[in-house]
């Protein structure tokens, strides 16, 4: 027979159905078994009478994430065996349907999880819930959350292919660049002793597209960053990164906003304020005394309110601890078109506006990006202020000058934390609880056993002499 998913199993009342799933609950009453099911679209509530032997002996048998294939007839129950949601009164998905077990099947025995998968799971260790991930991911949160996400990065995509953007890969194998933290190394078997970097971001190949000729391009780009590990950070993080050529910077808030609307609207969000509030950076400082910065009410947090805002006109570069001039955002932006020529001369510094914005939501940045500067000269400018010998300059970014010398348009973007947005969403406060399998917080895999040593083999072929533990 083929298989129902139970989602859809109101509509076969009357008829004998086969699902197939996992044993959520069983409850034995005795001569009644009670077995609530699960699939990946819902649960029901299926009982094994006595007068049904065959059935009744496995459901006797079976045991909490038990694989299972059951046949039965869908049922309405009666009135005062209906389940209704305490607070609502109205009746629960499946709450008034019960399977009537005819056959039931083991496809597969569990033995008992090491932890409840069916409560919160926020009490139980983290190591615990990451070493059994595949087992943690059942619990309706984690199933709700990774789904929200996959509808969230869904609509993007809609989105913005109606807008005539085109979803390009870019490598992960690939040089480092001054995103401002720490990269991640990849040993080169063909070159020993030399090192990839992965991407903490598609900045310049989103750029280079841009030279290209591909005008809009988004992706939905994991990013690398080896930075110490906090709630809302972790080694990996996934960007919505988009560019485009020929807009200015409010063609790209504009765009931007639209698409941020339309998708958290679709899903049932309501937004504080439209069009999103703007501030400058320094608007932002005086009133909320920092760059992201919490809107909402007491009430609105209640409600699941989003408010956004834009912070714009951040000052393109400050001083780091040694008192050197560094950018305070992305290397590759414009300045505003008045303070262009001190830029182009490296002086007032310190009063250069970049051409740069921040989505801020609910009290977090969600989404950064700039106009950037696509005239060779620009950028030279920009990293001979902080402090780049020409040399240093030709070394690391002659491949930027160079395409930006073969006809490049006008263009800028700005990328979006997924997981960043999906806390947002669904209220979760830590990273983790939005990824499948994060990193612990000592920055060890879930499940695998990562970082792990390599064989002496390994390092042969790769060139690499280990330093001897001390
Ligand atoms: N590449 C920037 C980042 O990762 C975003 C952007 O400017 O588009 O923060």
Request: charged content about 30%.
């Given at each position: 027979?083929?298989?129902?998913?139970?989602?859809?199993?109101?509509?076969e009342v009357?008829?004998?159905?086969?699902?197939?799933?996992?044993?959520d609950?069983?409850r034995?009453?005795?001569?009644?078994?009670?077995?609530?099911?699960?699939?990946?679209?819902?649960?029901?509530?299926?009982?094994?009478?006595?007068s049904?032997?065959?059935?009744?002996?496995?459901?006797?048998?079976?045991r909490s994430e038990?694989?299972?294939?059951?046949t039965g007839?869908?049922n309405?129950?009666?009135e005062?065996?209906?389940?209704?949601?305490?607070?609502?009164?109205?009746?629960?998905?499946?709450?008034?349907?019960?399977?009537?077990?005819?056959g039931?099947?083991v496809?597969?025995?569990?033995?008992?999880?090491?932890l409840?998968?069916?409560?919160?799971?926020?009490?139980?260790?983290?190591?615990?819930r990451l070493?059994y991930r595949?087992l943690?991911?059942?619990?309706?949160?984690?199933?709700?959350?990774?789904?929200?996400?996959?509808?969230?990065?869904?609509r993007?995509r809609?989105?913005l292919f109606?807008?005539?953007?085109?979803?390009?890969?870019?490598?992960?194998?690939t040089?480092?660049?001054p995103e401002?933290?720490?990269?991640f190394?990849?040993?080169?078997?063909?070159y020993?002793?030399?090192?990839f970097?992965?991407?903490?971001s598609?900045q310049?190949?989103?750029q280079?597209?841009?030279?290209?000729?591909?005008?809009r391009?988004?992706q939905?780009?994991?990013?690398?960053r080896?930075?110490?590990?906090?709630?809302?950070?972790?080694?990996?993080?996934?960007?919505?990164?988009?560019?485009?050529?020929?807009?200015?910077?409010?063609?790209?808030l504009?765009l931007?906003?639209?698409?941020?609307?339309?998708v958290?609207?679709?899903?049932g969000?309501?937004?504080?304020?439209?069009?999103?509030?703007?501030?400058?950076y320094?608007?932002a400082?005086?009133k909320y005394g920092?760059?992201?910065?919490d809107?909402?009410?007491?009430?609105?947090?209640?409600?699941?309110?989003?408010?956004f805002?834009?912070?714009?006109?951040f000052?393109?570069?400050?001083?780091?601890?040694?008192?050197?001039?560094?950018?305070?955002?992305?290397p590759?932006s414009?300045?505003?078109?008045e303070?262009?020529s001190?830029?182009?001369?490296?002086?007032?510094?310190?009063?250069?506006?970049?051409?740069?914005?921040d989505?801020?939501?609910?009290?977090?940045?969600?989404?950064?990006g700039s106009?950037?500067?696509?005239?060779?000269?620009i950028?030279k400018?920009?990293?001979?202020?902080?402090?780049?010998?020409a040399?240093?300059?030709?070394?690391?970014?002659?491949?930027?000058?160079?395409?930006?010398?073969?006809?490049?348009?006008?263009?800028?973007?700005?990328?979006?934390?997924?997981?960043?947005?999906?806390?947002?969403?669904?209220?979760?406060?830590?990273?983790?609880?939005?990824q499948?399998f994060?990193?612990?917080s000592?920055?060890?895999?879930?499940?695998m056993?990562?970082?792990s040593?390599?064989?002496?083999?390994?390092?042969k072929?790769?060139?690499?002499?280990?330093r001897k533990?001390?």
């Amino acid at each position: 027979m083929q298989r129902t998913y139970i989602k859809d199993l109101k509509t076969e009342v009357g008829k004998e159905v086969s699902i197939s799933g996992w044993v959520d609950v069983r409850r034995d009453h005795g001569k009644l078994i009670f077995i609530d099911f699960r699939d990946m679209s819902g649960k029901v509530q299926a009982v094994a009478l006595p007068s049904n032997k065959e059935a009744h002996e496995v459901a006797n048998k079976v045991r909490s994430e038990w694989v299972v294939t059951a046949t039965g007839i869908v049922n309405k129950r009666p009135e005062r065996m209906i389940s209704k949601n305490k607070e609502t009164g109205e009746i629960e998905p499946n709450g008034d349907i019960e399977i009537e077990l005819k056959g039931l099947k083991v496809l597969n025995e569990a033995q008992t999880p090491p932890l409840d998968v069916r409560g919160d799971g926020k009490e139980i260790n983290e190591e615990t819930r990451l070493k059994y991930r595949y087992l943690d991911l059942r619990r309706p949160r984690m199933q709700k959350t990774l789904r929200l996400r996959s509808e969230f990065v869904d609509r993007i995509r809609q989105f913005l292919f109606s807008k005539k953007f085109t979803e390009i890969e870019t490598p992960y194998f690939t040089s480092t660049t001054p995103e401002g933290s720490r990269d991640f190394v990849v040993p080169s078997r063909m070159y020993p002793g030399k090192f990839f970097a992965l991407p903490q971001s598609p900045q310049q190949y989103k750029q280079l597209l841009m030279t290209a000729g591909f005008e809009r391009y988004f992706q939905i780009a994991r990013c690398f960053r080896d930075e110490d590990l906090r709630a809302d950070r972790g080694f990996e993080h996934t960007q919505i990164d988009l560019e485009m050529s020929f807009v200015n910077e409010e063609d790209i808030l504009n765009l931007d906003e639209e698409m941020i609307t339309t998708v958290t609207e679709a899903m049932g969000y309501k937004i504080k304020q439209k069009p999103f509030p703007r501030f400058t950076y320094k608007e932002a400082m005086e009133k909320y005394g920092a760059d992201k910065f919490d809107m909402r009410t007491e009430e609105d947090k209640k409600n699941g309110i989003l408010a956004f805002a834009w912070v714009v006109d951040f000052p393109f570069f400050e001083k780091d601890k040694e008192g050197k001039w560094t950018f305070t955002h992305n290397p590759f932006s414009m300045p505003l078109p008045e303070h262009l020529s001190s830029q182009l001369q490296n002086i007032d510094t310190e009063k250069i506006i970049a051409q740069q914005y921040d989505l801020v939501c609910n009290g977090f940045e969600t989404g950064g990006g700039s106009v950037r500067a696509h005239k060779s000269e620009i950028l030279k400018a920009t990293f001979k202020t902080m402090g780049y010998t020409a040399e240093q300059i030709e070394k690391d970014f002659s491949h930027m000058l160079q395409a930006f010398d073969f006809g490049t348009p006008p263009h800028g973007g700005i990328a979006h934390g997924v997981e960043r947005m999906v806390m947002i969403l669904t209220g979760e406060l830590e990273l983790r609880e939005v990824q499948s399998f994060p990193q612990t917080s000592s920055g060890r895999t879930a499940v695998m056993d990562a970082p792990s040593d390599l064989s002496n083999d390994q390092l042969k072929e790769l060139g690499i002499e280990l330093r001897k533990k001390k």
